[in-house]
Structures are given as C-alpha cells and as structure tokens.
C-alpha cells in the first residue's frame, strides 16, 4: 500500500504542477483540477491521508 | 473480477476501519467549523482538539433536517444557505429533498464532492453484483431528486451501461426493456412492482424480459417486497439505504442478509431510542446517526436521520469487515402509539406483500373515535376479483393484521383507482389523531 500511496502522492504533486505551468489556460487548469478530484478519492480508497 | 470493488478498505481489521474514521471525523469537524456558517455558529463551544477519544464524539451535537431548513430560510447564499461548504462557484450540481415532511432542503454538490458521493456508490452496486456486462435499464423521472442519478453515474462509472428510462410511461418503459433486452434494473420497490403488473397487462411475463439484477431506491425495502420482486422477474433484488443529505451509505452483498456500512467513507453511529447515547447491541434497534466523512459542499456532522433499524452481526460471510444494519423499521416519527401498542405502518406493508398479492394498493388510516383510536386499512383488491372473492380478502386481512401487530382494525375495499399511486416516497400511513 505503501508504493501505492507514493504512486498517489506524485500524481498530486504533478496536476498542481499543470496547473502552475499554465495558469491561464482553462483547459489544462480544469482538467488538471479534476485529475486532483480523483487523487482525492484514491486517497479515500487508500485511506490516506495528510496528518 | 474481484468481489470487491475496493479490495483494500472493505477488508480491514475493524480497529484499523474505527481508526481511520475517527481520524476522519476529526477532519470533516475542523473542515465544517472553518467553512460552513451554520456549523461556525453549531459548533462554537467546541474545539477540535476537544475529541480525544472515539467517546468524545457524543460531545458533538447531533444536526437535524429541521437546522438544515432553518438555516436555508433567507440566509445567503441563495438557496443553500449556512450549510454550504464551499465556494458557491464551485457548486456543479443543484439537487432537493422531496418535501413531504416540510419545505424542501437544497442540496449543493461540488464537483469534487459529487464524485465522492458516486465512490461510495460504486461500492454499493458492486457489492450488489452489478457489472460491466450489465446494460441497466433505469426508469425514472430525470429531476432534481437525487435518487437514482447516483445510480446513473455509478453503474456508469462501473462500467455497465446504462439505459436512461426517463420520459415514458409505464408501457413505454417494458418495451424499452425489450427493445434493449436490458438485463439489469434499479428503481423503487413499488415502481418495480408496477413496472411487472404492467408487463402482465400487455400479456408478457416479467420472467420473460430477462432482467437478471435489480436494485431498490427510494423507499424501503421490506423482505417480503424484496421476495416477491425477486419472484415476479426470476432476478436478484437488492437494498440500499441513503439519502438526499446523507448520500447512499449502505448496501447488500451477495448473501441478501442487511446491508453493509460503505466504510470508511461514512461514520454510522446507532443510538439507544430512549437517550441517543449508547450505542445500541447486535440485535438492538437503533436510531441512525450519519456523518459523511469526505464531502465538503454539504459538510453534514452527526445527522440524526430518525430512522430506526436493528443493528447487523459482525463477520459478514461475503469477506467484508464494515459494519452491518438490517433493513429499517420504521422512523422514529412513523412508529406510534395505538390503544397503548407500538405500531409500525412498515409491519402491514410486509403483511401485505407477502400474503396478498391480490391488493394492488392500500393506506393505513388512523383515527380517534370518542377516547377510542380505529384503523382502517383502505384496500384495493385486482378487478378482476368478484364481490365474494374481495371480501374474503378483506377477511383474511383483519385477522392477519390482528395476528401481527396485536391490534384489531377495519378494512374498507375502494374502488379500483380511488387511492394515490407512488412513484417515489409512498405516503400509505395517515394519523388523523392529532395530537397523539
Ligand atoms: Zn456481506
């Protein structure tokens, strides 16, 4: 579960970073911020969480 | 395939599961205290760090439907009120309660909390053994009603395919399913049994339309009913329990004996009905206590739902650690007092289902006469039935009734197409009592 959740961590740190790359692009802010939506619900599924 | 849908969370160790709610709730309490204005104002004495203990969570009070309503009446932002958890722009999706106990409740879902919602909903249709070789047939009136949008967008997400049945009537509906030869359905129980009764009018057997799974919605779902749907179609019937302001958090496995808490998303508290404090035995009613733990648009923290059901055993069969609740039996403010007797209206319901499939539709009248309180079953028996057969009928029902729930009452036979139809949220019990 462990690498899973590492897994998890880094497609995070990679949508917010989309999303500062092109701030002004709705599209890649919009579907960057849905990927984010689902790394919320992997880390339901994965119980984890930020302490 | 595997069993489950989330083969890590639905088999963790019971303590891991009460931990990682507890964690959870701690999230979801300091979440609505900073960004709900009802729960700024709710919750003022009471601190975060306060709730040390799984037992400290009692310190929280309890929301009621009745708050929600408040706090939506001239209280911004229009129409949610001080309950919205997020910046209205972020609201993707309008939704309401039904409003038949009051003025509706208006239900706001962000994206984000959309989906979490769905999540949870993909555990419950899996668990019922919906899969993607399923193409669902879902007849309902597309609205502003939650019920079954969680279906459509779950059985999606699952991978069936999913049939939309709005717009069509009844008969629209069964040749629709033929058509398509859907083999998977979810609906209200008794719009399920129309759906049947309709397809036996235009001379098919509902066996014959191959729907091999179906799931129920909306309204309760007594054994009998569940029974007798599973008989009418020859498919596996299935229960849920949700809501509007709670999401769906509980479904039945494979082995269709009550249904499981979706953890860890949903921390379920069942209370004692005298104190609401303790937390009630295996085999002991309960009142529902609900807090969904990740949703943010509609940050709801203790709901007290007034529904009572019997509490599940643990070491489900089916591999699964959740907790597990048997089906409701009634809501606190359904079940009443008649000549000193605790009556449930779900208690005939059953009676009915199960024994007489000759009834096609009925209500539960109460009344007072003098100091004395009557019932009345009002009865509609199938047509076809001749003035001896109905009344004999009507005979064996005053005994049954008088046999399960130690009360005598009155049945009255109306004639075909006198008493209300139910799509959604069947009114069948009237107290005309007052006061009582
Ligand atoms: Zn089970």
Known sequence: MEEIRKEIKKIEESALRLKSLAPENNSIVKNASIILVFVYLLKFATAMWEE | MNKYWNSYTETLPR??????????????????????????????????????????????????????????EDVDPFPYGGILGVPIEEVSTFRQTSGTTGRPVYVPESYESWQWRIESWCHILWMAGFRPRHRIFLPFGYNVYVAFWEAHYAAEKIGCEVVPGGALDTKGRVNKIIELKANAMAGTPTYLLNIAKEAMEMGIDPKSLGIERALGAGEPLPEATRLRIEGLYGCKMFDHIGSTETCGFAGMCEEQKGLHIVEPFFLVEMLDRETLSREVDVGEQGVI?????????????????????????????????????????????????????????????????????????????????????????????????SEEQAASIAKRLAEGHKIKTNLTCKVKIEPAGTLPRYDLKAKRFKDLRGGH
């Not at chain 2, 891991?16 to 709900?36: G, M, Q, T, V």
């Not at chain 2, 104002?41 to 799984?54: A, N, P, R």
């Open chain 2, 15 to 72: 303590e891991e599961l009460d931990r990682i709610e507890f964690k959870y709730f701690k999230n979801i309490l300091s979440y609505a205290k900073n960004h709900s204005n009802l729960y700024k104002e709710k919750l003022k004495g009471i601190e975060v760090e306060d709730i040390k203990t799984v037992e400290d969570i009692k310190k929280v009070p309890f929301t009621y439907k009745e708050e929600l309503r408040k706090w939506q």
């Open chain 2, 289 to 385: 206590v609900i807090t969904p733990l990740g949703r943010k648009s509609f940050p709801v923290i203790r709901f007290n739902t007034n529904d009572v059901a019997v509490k599940g055993p643990d070491n489900c069969p089916c591999g699964r650690t959740s907790k597990k609740m048997m089906e409701i039996v009634g809501r606190v403010d359904d079940i009443r007092k008649i000549r000193g007797v605790l009556f449930s209206p779900k208690t005939v319901e059953q009676l009915i289902r199960s024994e007489f499939p000759e009834i096609v539709e009925y209500e539960i009248v109460v009344t007072r006469q003098d100091i004395m309180d009557e019932i009345t079953l009002r009865i509609e028996v199938d047509p076809s039935l």
